[in-house]
Structures are given as C-alpha cells and as structure tokens.
C-alpha cells in the first residue's frame, strides 16, 4: 500500500486518545513486512516504536501522533471519516503516513552507523501521551540523542517550513473553578450562599490577567470558555457555580504564575463570601522548546528547502515538549497551504502532496546526524 492510499485509511478510521488500538495495529501491520531491527508495541497503552539500525552511534527519534478529535468530518470524499463525531481534524492521519514513508525508506537504506527510532505516539491531544511513553519501561531502552516532530500548519506556504529556538508551541491548560454554598428559597436568597458574586468578582480578573502578573508576553493570557451557575429552577437560588477556562503562556514558569493568581484570587472570595472552593485541570501541556542545536540541525539539513525562521511561537500546544525538555529536540511547523481550512474545522483534511514532502525532510535530518557518526 503506498502513503497515501495508507493516510487515507487511517483518515476512514480514526480513534480518539487512548484508545487508538485499531489504528496502532494498522501501522503494526504496515511495519511487518518492512523488517524493522525492532518493533515495540503497546507502548503507553497503545503506542509503537519502529527501529531500524543499530545502537552504535546516534539515535534518532522522529514522532507522531495516533489520536484523532471528537469533531464531525464535513467532507463528503470517499475516504471520509466511518465514525460519526471523530475525525483526522489535526492531520495526524498525515504525520503517520509520513512517518510510514519514512520507515520504507530505512528498510532499503538502512543506517550503518546508529539508529533512527519512529515514535507513533497515542493521546497527544489530551497531552497525556507523551508523559505516558517517557513513563513506560518498555521505552527506557530507546536512549536518545535527537528527537524531532513537525505539525502541519494551514495559511503557511505548502512546504515551508517555520521553526524557531525556545518556545515552539505554547504551554496551556483548562481549569475549573468550582464554588460552592448552600441553596436557598429565591424569595430568600440572603439565608442561603450563591456563588454568584465571587464569579462576577473573579471573571473580570481572569480577563485581565497578563497585566495582574506584568507579563509582557502576547502569548500569555487566559480564555473563559463557560460560566454555569445554578440551574433552571426559579424557586431556588443557586448553592453550586463553575467558571471554566484555558491557561495559556509562552512559559512553564509564566504557566505557575497564572494558576497560582486564580488559586490565591478564588480562595480570597470563597473565604470573603462563606463558599467552599476547588480548583482542577485537565489538558495540562507544557510549552514545547526546541533545542538551540537541534534547531540548527534541521536548519543546516534542509538549507535547499524554504525554512523560515520565525520569532513568535505557535500559540496552540503540543506534548513533544515532554520530549524536548529531555532530549535534544525540536519540533518544526510544515504549511499545508494558504487556502487549507484551518486545524480542528470540519473540513479540513490532510493534503497528501506534504507526505513525500515531510518524509522528505525527515529523513534529510536523519541523515546529517547519522552520517556524521560513522
């Protein structure tokens, strides 16, 4: 089966993060008759490591993702997705097959000298994947020297490549801020305790947060993404109010700024107002910085193709941080086009044309290490 006729069967089936146990077997299944020196499955759950060459020398590390969203495709081709509500909305149907593209490619030219190492990794989405994979024994043995990832990114040039040192792709999290009091008849709501007002207090101050913890980064700030308080019920005033939000920041270091301002602020109103208070996230990503001499590694291996160094970070995150904050490590943006539908809309899909592309430019990485090696 050639790459894309394998993106787009992946694209027909996807799963979502955790549970990619079809799709894991499928890039098994493709695998196998390629002959890797080792294959690791069930990595993290779900997850697979392709090998090939040997541990004398480098080892590099190349990463995707398996997971797909919760989003309904809206597209009517013929590889549209055969699960209702999930979706290859992140193109992560493509890294895979650029990933396969590349392991065809080691199976007939295999390293000499040292190894490269292609990371199908589960549950980057939730930003549990990543965490779960460094965690899991079975991978203690893949030492690594180098370990890069790209992300197809709509509204850039198709080929381009943008990369930069420091923080690639910002960190983020959502959090919930729950109060709590007691409910009360509403033609007497002062016998009871509404969470109504800490919310109405607290809400103007999530949205002013850059300037309450001076940061100058345009990247950091926070996002209200609901407010339930109560329900339908005109006879009762309400006892329970949640604020739902996502964190996000050009730093770790900014990110514990953030959720240390909304803990101290919401613990200040429950205590004022007689309400009870909890705090918790989930989504939890830390920001992906890419290292100074993996940046210049790609920038030297792809020096004939259009690479753009730019100074401002994705404001999106990505788990590959994980990776990089233990590897030296860099994670790249790859256009899919001006006039693609952005990432996470319904009609987006993978362009095929940037499998052989990314494949292309993975294996020019690969190569300038190894070859340096032997």
């Known amino acids: 089966m050639n790459s894309i006729d394998f993106r787009r069967q992946l694209h027909q089936f996807p799963e979502l993060s955790m549970n990619e146990h079809d799709t894991a077997q499928r890039i098994i299944d493709y695998m196998i008759p390629l002959q890797p020196d080792q294959l690791i499955p069930s990595l993290a759950g779900t997850g697979v490591a392709v090998v090939f060459g040997s541990t004398d020398g480098k080892s590099v590390m190349l990463r995707c993702e398996l997971d797909a969203l919760p989003i309904i495709e809206l597209n009517e081709f013929p590889h549209k ?20 593209a590349v392991a065809k490619h080691y199976s007939l030219n295999r390293p000499t000298c040292g190894r490269v190492i292609l990371l199908f990794q589960p549950a980057e989405e939730t930003g549990e994947g990543a965490k779960a994979v460094l965690a899991d024994e079975a991978a203690s043995n893949l030492t690594v020297d180098y370990a890069f990832a790209l992300h197809n990114v709509p509204k850039f040039s198709m080929g381009e490549v943008i990369i930069k040192t420091g923080t690639m792709c910002c960190a983020s999290r959502g959090a919930t801020i729950r109060f709590e009091g007691k409910t009360a008849h509403a033609a007497q709501p002062e016998t009871g305790i509404s969470p109504v007002q800490a919310i109405y207090q607290l809400l103007p101050q999530i949205e002013q947060l850059p300037q309450l913890i001076n940061t100058q980064s345009p990247y950091t700030f926070a996002t209200i993404v609901g407010v339930n308080i109560g329900e339908k019920a005109f006879g009762t005033a309400p006892s329970l109010g949640e604020i739902y939000l996502t964190l996000r920041s050009e730093s770790d270091d900014e990110m514990c700024q953030l959720g240390d301002f909304i803990e101290s602020r919401a613990n200040q109103l429950a205590n004022a107002q007689g309400l009870s208070v909890d705090i918790s996230y989930e989504d939890v990503f830390s920001a992906t910085v890419n290292n100074d001499s993996a940046v210049s590694i790609v920038q030297h291996a792809l020096q004939e193709e259009p690479v753009t160094i730019t100074d401002k970070p994705f404001r999106w995150s990505e788990d590959f941080g994980q990776f990089t904050k233990r590897y030296g ?46």
């Open 81 to 100: 997705s055969q699960c209702h509500g999930v979706s290859h909305k992140c193109g992560h149907d493509g890294h895979m097959a650029i990933l396969a």
């Open 329 to 374: 490590g860099a994670l790249f943006g790859l256009g899919a086009g001006l006039n693609t539908p952005d990432l996470h809309n319904g009609d987006y899909d993978f362009p095929d044309q940037l499998i052989d592309t990314g494949s292309r430019y993975f294996i020019k990485i690969v190569d300038s290490i190894l070859v340096q090696t032997q």
